[in-house]
T-cell receptor
């Protein structure tokens, strides 16, 4: 099956800092989603981004499908940004394959 | 509108017992998915329902696991003769059908299953 690798595995930020999370995938994909899993376990949709660039407030994402990677940018981080960020890809079979996640801790 | 809901939020059971987990998808979403999140395996796909089509059961880990979807809406995941390795958070998701094109999957809060 497709391999999804996320880096870094852990990230500690001071409030107000910017950061970039990366997702590499091993084969072509139809779709890619970024999620934030909050401390209560809820998976929250951030972006549906099979290609191109999208922005939502302090978050933005870029997927370069031809080079098989996606980036998630967090700007001016806040403590509420803490949690685990997952990248998930889908290859036309409707099933999401998830990476192992990046655990982000934002310190006040 | 209302999101995906799941019940119960927590379930503790004894090894060998059967359990049923319920999922209510977002109204109007024809696609429904079950995933499992465990410490050792991360997030993994279990089963997919789309409208009246036969479900894709390729992710179910054993024949102790089954799922049904009644009336194209509510789904129940059943685990028979539970084992300790079944302990995990079971997540349900739903999405719209865009004529064969996958769409954003929205997740429920999950059911945390603990098998003693």
């Amino acid at each position: 099956g497709i391999q999804v690798e996320q880096s870094p595995p852990d990230l500690i930020l001071q409030e107000g800092a910017n950061s970039t999370l990366r997702c590499n995938f091993s084969d072509s994909v139809n779709n890619l989603q970024w999620f934030h899993q909050n401390p209560w376990g809820q998976l929250i949709n951030l972006f549906y981004i099979p290609s191109g660039t999208k922005q939502n407030g302090r978050l933005s994402a870029t997927t370069v499908a031809t080079e098989r990677y996606s980036l998630l940018y967090i700007s001016s981080s806040q403590t509420t940004d803490s949690g685990v960020y997952f990248c998930a890809v889908e290859r036309g079979d409707y099933k999401l394959s998830f990476g192992a996640g990046t655990t982000v801790t934002v310190r006040a | 509108g209302a999101g995906v809901s799941q019940s119960p939020s927590n379930k503790v059971t004894e090894k060998g017992k059967d359990v049923e987990l319920r999922c209510d998808p977002i109204s109007g979403h024809t696609a429904l998915y079950w995933y499992r999140q465990s410490l050792g395996q991360g997030l993994e796909f279990l089963i997919y329902f789309q409208g009246n089509s036969a479900p894709d059961k390729s992710g179910l880990p054993s024949d102790r696991f089954s799922a049904e979807r009644t009336g194209g809406s509510v789904s129940t995941l059943t685990i028979q003769r539970t084992q300790q390795e079944d302990s995990a958070v079971y997540l349900c998701a739903s999405s719209e059908d865009r004529g064969g094109i996958t769409d954003t999957q929205y997740f429920g809060p999950g059911t945390r299953l603990t098998v003693l």
